[in-house]
């Protein structure tokens, strides 16, 4: 069956990376989850100590980026691919908090775009892929076969990104993960390079109100009526 490039794009905690990993499981496809890459390049740099709550040695961090090497490796019991920082684990350090309240900044900066959309596009050449991020309709694949733009509430994504948070364990109040998500959003929606903005071919999903299953059945049926056209 002839193979296509699904792009996911949208704002944080809309549930891209459940649906991308709920079609990328059922039809066999390899999933990248984009934002895990900026993630990482963050957690670099707050180990390195170019990034903190005071300072942001933004030229220090772009002399680094030839060092940093990312890769995802599968994993089998958990059924998608781990993020590797310079061939170290780092899937639970790079969803906390603190890498959450500096990522955005480190995406705004057009070197790191550059090294890791160069990578993505890599990722995906031979197509059969999920692909989740803020530009992945719009810069890495303006060519992909479907495009989704999810959005919803900032209330409903932060109540979602709380109750994860919470479940591993986190102390967060919930007025922080408001304010993290409202932060994340200005930034991404207002930065000169690649901002988040719709495609005009995207298919807008807004799932404030839409169970997984609901939206995974909804999408399903787009991903299947473009495999038997083309
Ligand atoms: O999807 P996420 O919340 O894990 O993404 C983390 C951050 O990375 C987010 O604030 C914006 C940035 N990002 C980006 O600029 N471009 C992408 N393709 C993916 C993520």
Not at 46 to 63: R, T, V, W
Not at 179 to 201: F, G, M, W
């Amino acid at each position: 069956m002839k193979k296509i490039t699904i792009a996911i794009d949208g704002f944080s905690s809309t549930g891209k990376s459940t649906l991308a990993k709920q079609l990328a499981k059922h039809l066999g496809y390899v999933y990248v989850d984009t934002g895990a890459m900026y993630r990482a390049i963050a957690l670099f740099a707050m180990q390195n100590g170019y990034i903190n709550s005071e300072l942001f040695d933004k030229e220090k961090l772009i002399a680094s980026l030839p060092s940093i090497k990312l890769q995802f490796k599968f994993n089998s019991d958990l059924g998608f691919a781990e993020m590797y920082l310079n061939d170290t684990n780092v899937e639970k350090e790079i969803r906390t908090i603190e890498v959450s309240s500096f990522v955005s900044k480190v995406a705004e900066i057009s070197e790191v775009r550059a090294k890791l959309v160069e990578q993505q596009k890599e990722m995906g050449k031979d197509k059969g892929v999920v692909m989740d991020g803020r530009d992945i309709g719009t810069v890495v694949f303006p060519d992909a076969e479907l495009k989704i733009f999810m959005t919803a509430s900032a209330a409903t994504r932060a109540q979602r990104r709380y109750d994860e948070l919470t479940e591993k364990g986190d102390d967060v109040s919930f007025e922080e993960v408001l304010h993290n998500v409202e932060e994340r959003d200005y930034i991404d929606t207002h930065r000169d390079n690649s901002p988040l903005v719709r495609a005009e071919d995207a298919i807008e999903i807004d799932n404030s109100y839409l169970s997984r299953e609901e939206q995974f059945d909804v999408v399903l049926g787009l991903v299947n009526e473009i495999i038997e056209a083309n």
